[in-house]
Every structure is written in C-alpha cells, then in structure tokens.
C-alpha cells in the first residue's frame, strides 16, 4: 500500500527564507517545476480536458470576454491576494514558478503530437498525474516559495492543521465545480486529476522524506 505523507518534509535544500537562493536548490526547483510543467502539458495534448484550475479560467474568460491568459493571470492575482490574510508571502519559487511552468507547459504542448490511440491518451493524463505529484513535491521542499495555488494550500494546511492531500483535493473540486458552472470544459482527464492529484503530491512527498531519511542515516 502507497503511504501519503501529511506534511512537507524537511530536506538538506530547503532554504532559510523564502528569498535565501543557494546553488544546491537550483536542481530540485528546476526539475519540478518543470515536471508541473510537462504534466499541464501533457493534459492538454491528450484532449481529455485540462486541469480544474484552467477550467476555472476558461469560465472566467467566457464570462469577463477576456482571453485565456489573461483569465489565467487574473485569477493568479486574486489566489496572491488570498494570500496576505494567510501569512503567505511570495519568494523566489514563486517568481519562478511563474516562468518556468508556463514555459515547459507551452514547449511540451508544441513538441508532444495528440495522440489518437485511447490507451495513449490515457497514460498521458495519468503521467500527467505523476509528473504534477513529484513536481510538487520537489519544487515545494525547497522553502523558496510556492506558486499562488499551491501557496493557498500550503497556508491553508499550516493554518488549520489538514493534511496537503486533503486541502489540495478540496481546492481542486471546488474551482472545477465553480468552472464547469460557469462554463468551462470538463473531460475525463479533468475529474481524473481532481481526484488523484492530491494523492500523488502525498506519495511523492513521502517518497522524498523517505529518501532523505535514508541519506541522513
């Protein structure tokens, strides 16, 4: 059975402060982010609808008469603000998750062809499921700042004591939800992200505290 962790695991890369960069957090803040970033990707090439938070955003667009993106940054800006009463502050993995997320996404869905074959299409959502979940973990652990909506589950989670893996459940349902009302598209690849997302950033987190632990002994 997989074990989930409850709590983001301390690691030798964490940072001081949110802004405290230091050469040995390049490649864990790098690799995950990019992960997040080829799995945004990946749900997006296969076509079986995107993650909960961009169907919020393509809600918000239909209904604002603004363009995706600009939907997607506004909605960026409002979960920033969320942040203030939280005690959340942004860092330097905030500014780059910015970047280098939506970078990676742009690259993978211009590189990776659709695929037309099911059995494809599905491993694409659930490796896009995977990648998220260790992304996440990565990225995370080293204390240099989450990006806007993994920035309210953090606060959220540091705040009332729920587990990540529930708090980030709860985040997605609800904005997928709201979205789907107001109009966004839904796929199969959308519901299977909202209910196993959480789940994989638990298993990846344990995974990592694991390996730590297994370094340090």
Known sequence: MIKLSHKIPATPWRAS????FRPRMILPLVVGLSLFGVGEG???VSHWGATPWTVFAEGVARHAH???????????CVVLLAWLPLGERPGFGTIANLVIIAYVLDLTAALVPTPH???IKA????????AIGIGSSLYLTTGLGPGPRDGLMTSLHRHFGVSVVYVRLTLEVVVLIIGWLM???VGVGTAFFAA???FSIGASLNAVDRIVGRFRQ
Request: without cysteine; aromatic residues 12%.
């Open 17 to 20: 402060s949110t802004w405290s």
């Open 42 to 44: 990946l749900l997006v």
């Open 66 to 76: 603004i363009s995706l993106g600009w939907s997607t940054a506004l909605i960026s």
């Open 117 to 119: 074959n099911y059995l």
């Open 123 to 130: 491993l694409f959502v659930v490796g896009a499921v995977v």
């Open 183 to 185: 109009g966004g598209t």
């Open 196 to 198: 196993t997302v959480g």
